[in-house]
């Protein structure tokens, strides 16, 4: 939602009816409101597509097939390659917006033990996701973001010191990944990291 965030231009479609509630319940309604904006996005000239919501992974098959240029739509992709830069014992914090709406299937991993190396932690309960709940949602200041990534990052790193690093699932999350790198001395990934990826690789 920042056009300050990439050197990149960046073009927008909304997805009709993508409330907040419906993205993290995985309604499947949403399924064709999504593939029409990705469409939509290609035929103003879009050479990669990703989304405003992690959760839009549950889609991402769907969106993937509608269209002929790289799909990222979740930050959520990069977590198999996160877990082979890492020594197995070490374990990585998938944040997420709302742990409660998170599902086994958005992770993509099918072996028990590279499973057992991901920690969820979620900010539900915070002012972000009560904001973001709302129709539509009030903007949220960058001071509260920080106090609900702040608070989640220190509850998972108490209850696993071996975290290695964290890998942002929400979208908003990015405006405080240069706090949490600094406080913490761990990588932080997120879905820019993704973005960039994806427009280098047709740029």
Not at 32 to 57: D, H, M, N, T
Not at 88 to 93: F, G
Not at 98 to 107: G, K, N, R, V
Not at 134 to 160: G, Q, S
Request: charged fraction near 20%; aromatic fraction near 6%.
């Amino acid at each position: 939602m920042n056009p300050a965030t990439f050197d990149f231009p960046v073009i927008e479609e909304t997805v009709e009816g993508g409330w907040v509630d419906r993205v993290y319940r995985g309604d499947p309604a949403l399924e064709p409101a999504l593939v029409a904006a990705a469409q939509r996005l290609v035929e103003r000239g879009a050479v990669a597509i990703s989304s405003s919501c992690g959760y839009f992974i549950r889609y991402h098959a769907a969106v993937a097939a509608s269209v002929n240029v790289p799909v990222a739509t979740s930050s959520l992709l990069l977590l198999p390659a996160l877990l082979r830069q890492f020594p197995p014992p070490a374990k990585i914090a998938v944040l997420v917006a709302d742990s409660t709406s998170f599902s086994e299937d958005m992770l993509g991993i099918d072996n028990p033990r590279e499973r057992a190396r991901v920690v969820i932690g979620g900010v539900e309960g915070g002012t972000l996701v009560r904001n973001e709940l709302m129709r539509p949602p009030p903007p949220t200041e960058l001071a509260d973001i920080e106090v609900d990534v702040v608070n989640c990052v220190t509850r998972v790193r108490t209850a696993h010191p071996d975290i290695a690093t964290i890998l942002f699932e929400c979208t908003v999350f990015p405006c405080v990944a240069p706090v949490i790198r600094r406080t913490t001395g761990l990588p932080v990934y997120d879905v820019t990291t993704l973005c960039r990826m994806a427009m280098a690789s047709v740029t």
